[in-house]
């Protein structure tokens, strides 16, 4: 089991910028595909942004241009740098793990991160 602790989250006014980090209780957190997905009420899960071990980015077309996702693997840590924040990305952010070629995932807890004037 690898534990993944998330942090940043907080109220900011459309326009604004937060940035989320994921921290990972593992040695091998190199190895794996980290990826940052939301959850808004009454919706469903949605993928914002992935990031391989090779430091490949993907980003969700309503993300795109606004987020950058980010790894250090010196610190076991991924970032999700959000800017030209919308009150629609308001949601819960949660930092998810898979380890590659299985069906292995890590999920966090989750950080609200609440758009609003």
């Known amino acids: 089991q690898v534990q993944l602790v998330e942090s940043g989250g907080g109220w900011v006014q459309p326009g604004g910028s937060l940035r989320l980090s994921c921290a990972a209780a593992?040695?091998?957190?190199?190895?794996?595909?980290m990826e940052w997905h939301r959850q808004a009420p009454g919706k469903q899960r949605e993928l914002v942004a992935s990031i391989t071990a090779t430091g490949s980015e993907t980003y969700g077309d309503s993300v795109k241009g606004r987020f950058t996702i980010s790894r250090d693997n010196a610190k076991n840590t991924v970032y999700l740098r959000m800017s030209s924040l919308k009150p629609e990305d308001t949601a819960v952010y949660y930092c998810?793990?898979?380890?590659?070629?299985?069906?292995?995932?890590?999920w966090g807890q989750g950080t609200q991160v609440t758009v609003s004037s």
């Open positions: 998810n793990a898979k380890v590659p070629s299985t069906s292995v995932d890590y």
């Open positions: 593992d040695n091998i957190f190199r190895q794996y595909i």
